[in-house]
């Protein structure tokens, strides 16, 4: 680190993505963030999980199954409302794993909300993109599959995406509709065509059918796949700060951020 006469770093196309993108462009914050790194590292154990797909798909109630005690043994469903905007669920441990906690987006399906969602779609993300088995309409799940990739594609940033089919409790879904849907959807939607695909998981948020097992697998891949889990701890206590000082308030003016800041040892500029 001691290099004095170094003014400019290029570190494009590098796949160690600890150092935050805001960063990218000024050689002296990076600098200054390694630094902290070497001295102070911590591990992020956050994830942000969205739930995509059309309306009226099942998206909600997955959540639920997620978030309800023995929810893997499937939930009430009664007609949800549909999702206004956007639901954020906070702090969802899945299958009694506390090392990692989830940050939950659900996202309505409607389409009048699509051009809003874009803002909130975000790489070093996980995706399940949920569609009705017994109603699938491809060119929706399409639609995402293109979006998630174009976000994938960003640099060496990356996204996991799970497609997962509910209603397995359905009459339809028998032995023979489930073999010929799965070979219709590898079909069309190859995974080595969609970097970060996953292996399709079908569910009953009814039953909980498939419940338990895509949660699991769910768990342990996003595990597998480190997102910048070494971050510079100042950072983590300046995240935990947030939550905790900014609770209930829907903004907060720069001065006062910054003392946040400083109180957490991050340099406010
Ligand atoms: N039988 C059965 N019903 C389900 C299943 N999953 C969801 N449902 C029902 O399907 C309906 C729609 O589910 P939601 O979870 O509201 O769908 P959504 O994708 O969140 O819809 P939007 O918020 O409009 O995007 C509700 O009545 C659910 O109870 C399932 O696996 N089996
Ligand atoms: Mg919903």
Known sequence: MEMPDLSAVNIRGNPLNTIPSVFHNDWDKVKKYLLTLTDRKAEWRERKLLFVGQEGVGKTTLLRCFTKKKGYRGVNTRANLSTDGIDIVEGVSLCG????????WDLGGQEIYYPSHQFFLTSNSVYILVFDLTAPKLDRIDYWLQLLRSLGSKGFSRTITFLVGTHLDSPKCTEEYIANMTQTLNNRFPRLRFPGL??????????????????????????????????AEPWIKLHEYIKTAGSGRDYVDWEEFKEWAKICDVEPD
């Open 97 to 104: 794993d506390s090392s990692i906690t989830f940050n939950a």
């Open 198 to 231: 996953q292996p399709m998981h079908f569910i009953s948020c009814k039953t909980g059918k498939g419940v338990r097992e895509f949660t699991e697998t769910l768990v342990a891949t996003v595990k597998k796949e480190q997102f910048s889990p070494i971050l």
